[in-house]
Structure formats: C-alpha cells, structure tokens
C-alpha cells in the first residue's frame, strides 16, 4: 500500500510503499471533481497526495501537501480492462503515472511520476480500507429508517423539492 511516510501531518511529507498496517497513513480518501479527476487526500494529515513540481515530468517526486486544488493534486483514477488493476496519472500530463521508483516493490520504496509503460509498478489495486466500510457509506439512495419502528421513516414533507424543507418521521 501506499503511506505518507511515518503518517506526518507535515507539508512535503513523503508518500512511499509500505507494509499494509492500515495505520493511520495509509487510509486515503478518493474524491471524485468530476470531468474524470480525482483528489487523493491522507485521512489522518488531510493533506492531498501532490506532484512535487508544478512541471510534471519523469521522475517527478510525490508528497503530501496542503489541498489547494491544484493540478498537481488532481489524479486520473482508470481501470485497464486487461488487468483489472488501475493506473493513476496526474491531470497535467496522462502519459506520466504513479509507480514505484526503479520498479522497487518493497517497503520503503519512494513513489514518483514516471512515463507509462505498462510495467507491474505502475498498476495498483484499489479497494475500500476496512476503516471506511466501518464508518462511511457509499453514495446511492436509501431509505432510511427509524429505529423506532421499522414502519417509521424519513421523509419531506409534502415531498417538497426547495431548500430548507423540513424532514419529518412519518
């Protein structure tokens, strides 16, 4: 998995590969901005996952830094249909992506931006941290129910759709 290093709360903290520990800095949130972008940002520092130079280039360095919505923090998260795995590359630059530093695949290992080539160090794997299925829940529509009673539910009143209607159980 990917971590910032030593989970820092610091600004240019290192991201690397590490040990799946689900510790604190290894627990990311993944934000869709739409337009197929995405901001990756460390639960535990609430700093985005940065390209270190605002010209992305290989061998571009990557750390944690204040989310301002910069370009360098926003990603393209895609699924290859051949592998099942996704590639993540910077929205400045499709054809530099993440990946481990010299094909380095053990703990330690520095992350960076490097030209894709479809090697086994630009792939990742991405699933939902056992942290989020605990306390997160996925967008869609719900019902929701009192506890209450399970014939007790919340809705609109007068299924208004304006702001500030009021919710009711009913």
Do not use: C
């Not at 571009?60 to 360098?72: E, K, P, V």
């Amino acid at each position: 998995v990917i971590e910032v290093s030593g989970a820092s709360t610091a600004n240019k903290a290192n991201i690397r590969l590490a040990a799946n520990t689900n510790g604190v800095g290894q627990v990311f949130y993944v934000k869709s901005l739409g337009s197929g972008l995405y901001s990756i940002v460390n639960r535990h520092s609430g700093k985005a996952v940065t390209a270190a130079s605002t010209t992305i280039a290989n061998g571009t360095n990557i750390y944690q830094y204040d989310d301002s919505g910069s370009s360098a923090q926003k990603w393209y998260i895609k699924k290859d249909k051949s592998t099942g795995k996704y590639v993540i590359s910077n929205s400045k630059a499709s054809h530099i992506v993440l990946a481990t530093q010299g094909s380095a695949k053990s703990a330690g290992a520095n992350v960076q931006n490097i030209n894709f080539v479809g090697s086994a160090p630009q792939y990742w794997n991405i699933s939902k941290s056992s942290e989020a299925a605990a306390y997160r829940l996925d967008s869609g529509v719900y019902a929701l129910n009192s506890v209450l009673g399970s014939s007790l539910n919340m809705q609109i009143e007068g299924a208004s759709v304006y702001k500030d209607a009021v919710a009711e159980i009913a």
